[in-house]
């Protein structure tokens, strides 16, 4: 009787099983999604668009083909192929533009032209608006003339369809560590005995924009308070462009040359500050951008400092203080898992994931690309202006 009963239970526990899996499987195949089960598939915070960690794509799937209309910077490259991304072509042969499977267009912002755009645009093809430049910067093109044009942004803007940002704290703490392993209360001693010098600040851009200006004099400022400051670039009179040891100094000054622009973080806080194991002191966007993506506590914010004086005290007091200026390195001591950006792969990936997610929305749902994204006429314009903090565009 025992063993009957035993049997009963096991029969009922495999019944079950079966439900589960069903369910699970109906979820799927209603929604197009597929369904999260750990924590690994949870969107990064810093990206706007809702995507999933999706298997590789069956090899019998056709490859998605990313067109790079104009190439940045007069730039040629060969085709980039994104398997593990969703598997896609990234090209610039211009032949393949009205092929069935070119799902997206990029255009360069500063290379945009009316006259050498395509001259014919398949249905649902959509038109990918690229930059990384500042909010200011891109105000100087007549964009009105774009509105209705583009579908999908991709800036370095966190609101943007793909954000693409510098870089992001995850990479920083990967290049700061060399790899993915903490660094210990010993690695800071001796990473803070080989700072030689107190601060650093490579710059050549001295007057294109108001920022430019601005920045040069708040820097000379702190240089008469008595910041001992390392000045070079050629607004520093190094003509030599000498190649700087930047993780020698203590501070770097990652001073943007466009105050006040959204989101608008560039390699003088990444690569020149973070990634190279020294604490950036900024100016640019406000303090809630910084604090969305950095690793915490890892940067002086200037205009916490009613003068440059006062931040120059604070940072001569840093300089004297081991101890207190310890606490600006601790980021690299925690684990990986806490640093932003960890699924941001970059531009061409990312795109390429986006795509593929939209193009399978269309297969299961027979939902028109276009409508799924309600971008038939989009306004570039009011996109990067509405929002915009006024400081930026003065």
């Known amino acids: 009787m025992a063993l009957v009963g035993i049997k009963k239970w096991w029969a009922v526990l495999l019944l079950v099983g079966v439900l589960v899996v069903v369910t699970y499987l109906n979820i799927e195949h209603e929604t197009g999604f597929k369904v999260l089960t750990s924590p690994a598939e949870i969107s990064d915070p810093l990206i706007k668009q809702k995507t999933t960690i999706k298997p590789k794509v069956e090899a019998t799937v056709s490859p998605l083909v990313l067109l790079e209309w104009y190439k940045p910077f007069k730039k040629a490259h060969s085709d980039f192929i ?6 896609c072509i990234y ?32 249905a649902g093809q959509l038109y ?20 209705g044009l583009f579908n999908l942004t991709a800036t370095h803007k966190r609101d943007s369809d793909i954000y693409v940002p510098y870089m992001t704290a995850y990479s920083a703490y990967r290049r700061v560590n060399s790899g993915l392993k903490p660094k210990t209360d010993a690695h800071l ?13 490579v710059v050549s851009n001295c007057a294109t924009n108001k920022g430019a200006v601005e920045r040069l004099k708040y820097a000379k400022q702190m240089i008469r308070d008595g910041l001992n400051l390392t000045f070079g670039g050629r607004c520093g009179g190094d003509t030599e462009r000498k190649d700087y040891n930047y993780t ?16 608008y973080i560039t390699e003088k806080f990444w690569k020149n500050s973070l990634a190279a194991g020294t604490v950036p002191v900024v100016i640019g966007p406000p303090k809630a951008d910084y604090e969305a993506v950095a690793p915490p506590n890892s940067f002086i914010f200037a205009q916490d400092f009613a003068t440059p004086k006062k931040l120059v005290e604070y940072l001569e007091f840093l300089d004297k203080n081991d101890n207190a200026y310890k606490k600006y ?35 299961n749902k027979s939902t028109p690309i276009m409508s799924s994204l309600s971008r038939t006429n989009f306004s570039l314009t009011n996109w ?11």
């Not at 211009?94 to 945009?112: L, P, Q, Y």
């Open 189 to 201: 001693d001796k990473l803070i005995k080989q700072k030689t010098h107190v601060a650093l600040w």
């Open 384 to 394: 990067l202006y509405e929002n915009e903090n006024k400081e930026c565009l003065s």
């Open 248 to 263: 020698k100094y203590k501070f770097y000054l990652a001073f943007e040359n466009s105050w006040g622009c959204k989101d």
């Open 329 to 363: 390195l601790v980021w690299t001591t925690l684990n990986i898992s806490q640093m932003p950006g960890r699924r941001v792969q970059g531009f061409k990936c990312d795109l390429c994931k986006y795509m593929r997610e939209l193009d399978d929305r269309q297969k």
């Open 128 to 147: 990918v608006w690229f930059t990384m430049e500042s909010t200011l910067t891109v105000s100087k093109l007549k964009l009105k003339d774009l509105d």
């Open 82 to 87: 994104l398997k593990s991304c969703g598997n």
């Open 91 to 122: 090209t610039q042969n211009r032949s393949k533009v009205m092929g069935t499977n070119t799902k997206a267009v990029v255009m360069h912002f500063h290379d945009i032209n009316r006259e050498t755009m395509p001259k014919n645009r398949q």
